[in-house]
């Protein structure tokens, strides 16, 4: 091969690299995994999207950029923590189950993290924002305010008519006030740490990754 078609190749080969695996940063807009979303399960699962967060010591921290259904925090109305919440335990084994490949799985950072209001940590693939990370991120309750997907509004999800269809979503923090409520951003966009009751089947859920900001492959 010649000197030109041998660079031509290189070149070539190391777009191709770039398109499989870009850094991504904050404010991104990026899919990742699979889940239903259009309410029409006869077409398959849709893509899900992410909003990048913030991205520390390389780790990228994405929120879904919708509620994708709607969950109790807790089975039952007795006191418990996001340790041993029914919510942690779907979204580590259901949603997690449907919404990733096996490729998908493997990008995933198992992060051990602290939740205000809670005793210890956990270390899990997907867990919820934090109440306090809500109000330190995003700008002002207007970007904190979330819709549903179609899938989600079937399934009952909330919406406001004051708010123009917005929504509550969970946070994972439990209430300050009482362990018999968990947190939440409200559809107004206000966090509202006071809580609501665990058994409130009507709430979002927006899930919350970690990845590799550098090594972000969308495993299609």
């Keep these: ?4 078609g041998m660079i031509a190749l290189l070149a070539a080969l190391l777009l191709l690299a770039a398109a499989a695996s870009a850094e991504i940063k ?3 807009i990026v899919t990742f995994g699979s889940y239903e979303q259009d309410n029409d399960k006869t077409n398959g699962k849709e893509p899900i999207e992410w ?20 969950l109790a925090y807790n089975d039952g109305n007795a006191k418990t923590s996001w340790k041993n919440s029914s919510l942690r ?5 259901t949603f997690y189950e449907e919404a990733f490949t096996a490729e998908e799985k493997a990008q995933l950072l198992i992060k051990e993290l602290e939740t205000k209001y809670d005793e210890g940590t956990t270390a899990d693939p997907v867990t919820l924002m934090t ?8 700008e002002n309750h207007k970007a904190r305010q979330c819709v549903g997907t179609p899938y ?3 399934q009952g999800l909330y919406a ?3 708010y123009k269809g917005f929504t509550h979503w969970w946070t994972r923090n439990p209430s300050w006030e009482s362990y018999n409520k968990a947190s939440y951003v409200a559809a ?3 966090t509202m740490k006071c809580g609501a009751p665990l058994t409130n089947k009507n709430f979002g859920v927006r899930p919350l990754i970690y990845l590799k900001a550098a090594d972000f492959n969308p495993a299609e």
Excluded: H, Q
Aim: with cysteine; aromatic share 6%; proline share 2%.
């Design 152 to 154: 989600a509004k079937a």
């Design 26 to 28: 904050a404010g991104d």
């Design 1 to 4: 091969m010649k000197k030109t």
């Design 89 to 93: 335990r779907w979204l580590n084994s």
């Design 160 to 162: 406001s008519k004051k």
């Design 131 to 138: 109440c306090p990370d809500a109000l330190r991120i995003f």
């Design 51 to 70: 909003c990048v967060m913030e991205v520390e010591n390389g780790d990228a921290m994405l929120l879904s950029r919708y509620v994708l259904d709607i």
């Design 188 to 190: 107004s966009g206000g």
